[in-house]
């Protein structure tokens, strides 16, 4: 099950995660994010403080979006993951190939 | 066969008793007349009656009341053919006293008395043929208290004739009592018509006839017998008439409530006759109902249930056509038509349409009214009334339910009632082949699934490579039906093995589909001594173009080389490799870099992916698994994780390479503390000699 609360700040939209992601919650992501995206959004923000648990079906439509993002020219940042969520992503390599910051400041710096 | 022994028995002994009787008043009438001396006791007569209506009373109820096959027409038959019976032998007597009108004989009061005696026997057996009869029609719907009330009826008749026998001095106010008691029970008995509502029309006026004739013959046999009685007793004043039977109350009070019951039914059917086709069309209904039910029960094709449900709904209403559309998910449209072509009823439904008429939806009369209306603006239409129903499906408007009559105004508030019940009914058949083909679709689905997961499983090898240098021991389960995970070993020369391990993001059919094509992959590339960097980067160049969107694949690739006691390897995305060092006594995870197959689709690949190397000694030990094993939860929702999946490792490294598998599982089984783990899981470890 997952909560996905979106809000806007600083002209960026910021979608928080809250629960945990598996191959039936994750459309629930590539939604929210489609949303954003349609919504012609250019910074994106993950918070992922909330994020207990991401199976390979979340990690899947974080890569998905890679290269779309890098032709739109839209970036996005994931933040605040825990130890656990962020050895997901790095056993994969997406720590390669998303860009993710340690808290929001970091994130909003690194989009900025 | 003992009741027919028994039911004769009783007839004989009424004719016997009944010749008894004759002969006894004869006697007795004769002897006064001559002024003979009197041998038989005047009370004799009396008894003889009253065996007479006793023996006649069984005869009838066994014949009559235990007769299953008899139905109403049946019994009111037998009631009218007796009667005929009588009163034509009672008319035959008439002209033969009228024959014989100059003789002597008719005024001979022994002649009258025999006369009077057999009138009275055949008044006595159609009266109580009449009685058992309509003790069968009252009970026909009995209830506790109906019983009782006609127990209690028959028994004081019975016992009234006791009352009779034994010639107890007449009381007037006693006498006046029980014939009270007699007429007003008999009154409240002959409440009871129900039977008659069970008559068709035929059937109500053929009773009615019977009735008519049976109360006929009932007036003509009580007058006769009185202007009989009378008779005697002018011409013999000096002494009342010995078998009397206007004294006698079982007689007088069957006399009443026959003829109440008689004229009784008769009004009550006469008056039944203009709505029994209301009833009959009632029935019909249920029987319709049941036909539908039933239809649907036994599994017949869906054609031919709509059919049905068409035909009764238009027979039970009275309708010319009626047509049933369906259109399930706004998909599969399909139309059911009865008696009305599918054009006809485009044509009604796109005029409604185009005239944007709502209220085909609504369960109003009104509003149906209303559609009538609008059918008259349609030009070429034969019909002038429409009655149309919504057919719901779990809350879901799924179709229509349309009769037609030509009539204008051709439905009243009681057949939209019924309409509603076909329309509720459609609903229910309609959701029921839906049930029955996803039953079968899942079935068949299921059966697919078992083919892919033979075939997934065929896909791991059954044997592993073999070296003087090394052994291998894996073990594969999968928590759906097909998994996703993959690992295989292949021989490249006599000193180079390459080995691989991939989990397939996603779960089912497609991971099996996509572990296949790794599968392809690695038997092609690795056929040849390649760099495990290139062997990855030409696999995601490979597999961009079969991967969709969001799907990856992680995988680890090794060159054991035994020559050189090294390994290289490759690892995208996959579990880092735990290593168990004999030098070093411990245990470690190899963390390099690496990008999953599938995430970037270009060239650029490469720069994500880095070979690795390192010596092996012997006694060393390599655990390749997939994160099914490290990510199984306990009850407490822990992981199983990477410490201790180490720890265990350590701790069973002196085995042989079997037994160190075979104890992994056990423990990542007493771990989560049960075999069913909720993901696919796969381990294979190496061991160096």
Redesign the interface.
Request: aromatic share 12%.
């Given at each position: 099950m997952i909560h996905i609360r979106r809000i806007q700040e600083d002209g960026a939209d910021v979608i928080a995660l809250i629960g945990e992601i598996d191959a039936s919650s994750s459309i629930e992501l590539d939604l929210a994010i489609a949303k954003s995206v349609g919504e012609g959004f250019k910074k994106i923000l993950v918070d992922c403080g909330a994020l207990e648990y991401i199976s390979s079906a979340g990690l899947g439509v974080f890569m998905s979006y890679i290269e779309e993002f890098k032709d739109r020219g839209i970036r996005m940042v994931l933040f605040g993951m825990s130890d656990k969520v962020w050895n997901t992503f790095s056993i994969l390599g997406l720590d390669e190939l998303l860009q993710i910051g340690k808290d929001k400041v970091e994130a909003k710096q690194m989009i900025a | 066969m003992r009741t027919k022994a028994i039911t004769r028995l009783l007839f004989l002994v009424g004719v016997i008793t009944w010749l008894a009787l004759v002969f006894a008043e004869i006697s007795i009438v004769f002897s006064i007349s001559s002024n003979l001396k009197q041998e038989l006791p005047t009370w004799l007569p009396g008894i003889l009656l009253n065996l007479y209506i006793l023996s006649v009373f069984y005869y009838f109820k066994l014949r009559i009341e235990r007769d299953e096959v008899l139905n109403f027409v049946d019994l009111l038959w037998r009631v009218f053919a007796t009667g005929l019976v009588s009163t034509v032998i009672s008319l035959s007597l008439r002209l033969l006293e009228v024959l014989m009108g100059s003789t002597r004989l008719p005024k001979n009061l022994v002649f009258n008395d025999f006369i009077y005696l057999i009138n009275l026997g055949l008044m006595i057996g159609f009266l109580l043929m009449a009685f058992t009869v309509w003790k069968r029609l009252i009970l026909y719907q009995k209830s506790k208290w109906l019983l009782r009330l006609w127990t209690f009826f028959e028994v004081g008749l019975l016992l009234s004739l006791l009352y009779n026998s034994f010639n107890i001095p007449v009381v007037e106010w006693l006498y006046g009592t029980m014939f009270g008691i007699f007429v007003l029970t008999g009154l409240v008995l002959s409440g009871n018509m129900k039977w008659v509502a069970y008559l068709n029309f035929r059937q109500k006026w053929t009773s009615l006839l019977l009735l008519l004739l049976t109360i006929f013959y009932l007036l003509y046999l009580i007058y006769t017998n009185r202007t009989l009685v009378a008779m005697l007793s002018q011409a013999m004043p000096s002494m009342s008439v010995l078998t009397d039977y206007q004294e006698h109350i079982f007689i007088l009070s069957v006399i009443v409530f026959v003829t109440v019951y008689s004229i009784f039914s008769f009004l009550v059917i006469l008056f039944n006759l203009p709505t029994t086709s209301v009833f009959e069309q009632k029935l019909e209904e249920v029987v319709n109902f049941q036909r539908i039910s039933q239809s649907i029960q036994t599994e017949q094709s869906e054609d031919s249930v709509y059919n049905i449900l068409l035909e009764t709904s238009v027979s039970t209403v009275f309708a010319d056509a009626a047509w049933l559309e369906v259109n399930l998910r706004q998909q599969n449209y399909r139309l059911f038509t009865y008696k009305i072509t599918e054009k006809e009823a485009h044509d009604i439904i796109n005029h409604l349409k185009t005239h944007n008429i709502k209220g085909i939806l609504e369960q109003s009369s009104d509003k149906t009214k209303n559609l009538s209306r609008h059918l008259s603006s349609l030009k070429g239409s034969r019909f002038r009334s429409i009655l149309a129903f919504p057919i719901y499906v779990k809350g879901e408007n799924i179709g229509t339910l349309a009769l037609l009559r030509e009539l204008p105004e051709g439905f009243n508030k009681e057949m939209t009632k019924i309409v509603s019940t076909f329309a509720n009914q459609a609903g229910i058949s309609i959701e029921n082949f839906r049930l029955m083909e996803e039953a079968l679709q899942n079935e068949r689905y299921k059966e697919e699934l078992k083919i892919a997961k033979t075939v997934q499983k065929s896909l791991l090898p059954d044997v592993l490579e073999k070296d003087d240098d090394f052994e291998i021991a894996a073990f594969s389960e999968s928590a759906d039906e097909v998994g996703g995970d993959y690992y295989d070993t292949l021989r490249i020369n006599d000193h180079l093995v390459s080995l691989i391990i991939a989990?397939v993001?996603?779960?089912g059919t497609t991971a099996a589909f996509h572990m296949s094509q790794m599968k392809g992959i690695f038997h092609s590339l690795a056929q040849e001594d390649i760099e495990p960097d290139e062997f990855m980067a030409r696999s995601n160049q490979a597999l961009v173009y079969c991967l969709e969107?969001?799907?990856?694949i992680?995988a680890t690739y090794f060159l054991i080389n035994t020559q050189t006691k090294k390994i290289r390897y490759a690892r995208?995305?996959?579990?880092?490799v735990l290593y168990y060092s004999t030098s070093k006594k411990s245990t470690e995870y190899f963390k390099d870099?690496?990008?999953?197959l599938g995430?970037?689709?270009?060239k650029s690949y490469k720069k994500?992916i880095q070979a690795n190397e390192f010596s092996y000694c012997p006694g060393d030990i390599m655990v390749l698994y997939t994160?099914g094993i490290t990510e199984a939860k306990d009850g407490k929702n822990e992981e199983f994780g990477y410490d201790r999946l180490a720890q265990v490792v350590g701790e069973v490294q002196d085995l042989p390479v079997r037994e160190i598998q075979e104890q992994l599982i056990q423990r990542l089984y007493e771990f989560s503390g049960t075999e069913n783990i909720n993901d696919d899981y796969t381990t294979m470890i190496v061991k160096f000699k």
């Amino acid at each position: 099950m997952i909560h996905i609360r979106r809000i806007q700040e600083d002209g960026a939209d910021v979608i928080a995660l809250i629960g945990e992601i598996d191959a039936s919650s994750s459309i629930e992501l590539d939604l929210a994010i489609a949303k954003s995206v349609g919504e012609g959004f250019k910074k994106i923000l993950v918070d992922c403080g909330a994020l207990e648990y991401i199976s390979s079906a979340g990690l899947g439509v974080f890569m998905s979006y890679i290269e779309e993002f890098k032709d739109r020219g839209i970036r996005m940042v994931l933040f605040g993951m825990s130890d656990k969520v962020w050895n997901t992503f790095s056993i994969l390599g997406l720590d390669e190939l998303l860009q993710i910051g340690k808290d929001k400041v970091e994130a909003k710096q690194m989009i900025a | 066969m003992r009741t027919k022994a028994i039911t004769r028995l009783l007839f004989l002994v009424g004719v016997i008793t009944w010749l008894a009787l004759v002969f006894a008043e004869i006697s007795i009438v004769f002897s006064i007349s001559s002024n003979l001396k009197q041998e038989l006791p005047t009370w004799l007569p009396g008894i003889l009656l009253n065996l007479y209506i006793l023996s006649v009373f069984y005869y009838f109820k066994l014949r009559i009341e235990r007769d299953e096959v008899l139905n109403f027409v049946d019994l009111l038959w037998r009631v009218f053919a007796t009667g005929l019976v009588s009163t034509v032998i009672s008319l035959s007597l008439r002209l033969l006293e009228v024959l014989m009108g100059s003789t002597r004989l008719p005024k001979n009061l022994v002649f009258n008395d025999f006369i009077y005696l057999i009138n009275l026997g055949l008044m006595i057996g159609f009266l109580l043929m009449a009685f058992t009869v309509w003790k069968r029609l009252i009970l026909y719907q009995k209830s506790k208290w109906l019983l009782r009330l006609w127990t209690f009826f028959e028994v004081g008749l019975l016992l009234s004739l006791l009352y009779n026998s034994f010639n107890i001095p007449v009381v007037e106010w006693l006498y006046g009592t029980m014939f009270g008691i007699f007429v007003l029970t008999g009154l409240v008995l002959s409440g009871n018509m129900k039977w008659v509502a069970y008559l068709n029309f035929r059937q109500k006026w053929t009773s009615l006839l019977l009735l008519l004739l049976t109360i006929f013959y009932l007036l003509y046999l009580i007058y006769t017998n009185r202007t009989l009685v009378a008779m005697l007793s002018q011409a013999m004043p000096s002494m009342s008439v010995l078998t009397d039977y206007q004294e006698h109350i079982f007689i007088l009070s069957v006399i009443v409530f026959v003829t109440v019951y008689s004229i009784f039914s008769f009004l009550v059917i006469l008056f039944n006759l203009p709505t029994t086709s209301v009833f009959e069309q009632k029935l019909e209904e249920v029987v319709n109902f049941q036909r539908i039910s039933q239809s649907i029960q036994t599994e017949q094709s869906e054609d031919s249930v709509y059919n049905i449900l068409l035909e009764t709904s238009v027979s039970t209403v009275f309708a010319d056509a009626a047509w049933l559309e369906v259109n399930l998910r706004q998909q599969n449209y399909r139309l059911f038509t009865y008696k009305i072509t599918e054009k006809e009823a485009h044509d009604i439904i796109n005029h409604l349409k185009t005239h944007n008429i709502k209220g085909i939806l609504e369960q109003s009369s009104d509003k149906t009214k209303n559609l009538s209306r609008h059918l008259s603006s349609l030009k070429g239409s034969r019909f002038r009334s429409i009655l149309a129903f919504p057919i719901y499906v779990k809350g879901e408007n799924i179709g229509t339910l349309a009769l037609l009559r030509e009539l204008p105004e051709g439905f009243n508030k009681e057949m939209t009632k019924i309409v509603s019940t076909f329309a509720n009914q459609a609903g229910i058949s309609i959701e029921n082949f839906r049930l029955m083909e996803e039953a079968l679709q899942n079935e068949r689905y299921k059966e697919e699934l078992k083919i892919a997961k033979t075939v997934q499983k065929s896909l791991l090898p059954d044997v592993l490579e073999k070296d003087d240098d090394f052994e291998i021991a894996a073990f594969s389960e999968s928590a759906d039906e097909v998994g996703g995970d993959y690992y295989d070993t292949l021989r490249i020369n006599d000193h180079l093995v390459s080995l691989i391990i991939a989990d397939v993001s996603g779960k089912g059919t497609t991971a099996a589909f996509h572990m296949s094509q790794m599968k392809g992959i690695f038997h092609s590339l690795a056929q040849e001594d390649i760099e495990p960097d290139e062997f990855m980067a030409r696999s995601n160049q490979a597999l961009v173009y079969c991967l969709e969107r969001g799907s990856f694949i992680s995988a680890t690739y090794f060159l054991i080389n035994t020559q050189t006691k090294k390994i290289r390897y490759a690892r995208a995305g996959h579990c880092p490799v735990l290593y168990y060092s004999t030098s070093k006594k411990s245990t470690e995870y190899f963390k390099d870099k690496g990008v999953a197959l599938g995430m970037v689709r270009n060239k650029s690949y490469k720069k994500f992916i880095q070979a690795n190397e390192f010596s092996y000694c012997p006694g060393d030990i390599m655990v390749l698994y997939t994160d099914g094993i490290t990510e199984a939860k306990d009850g407490k929702n822990e992981e199983f994780g990477y410490d201790r999946l180490a720890q265990v490792v350590g701790e069973v490294q002196d085995l042989p390479v079997r037994e160190i598998q075979e104890q992994l599982i056990q423990r990542l089984y007493e771990f989560s503390g049960t075999e069913n783990i909720n993901d696919d899981y796969t381990t294979m470890i190496v061991k160096f000699k």
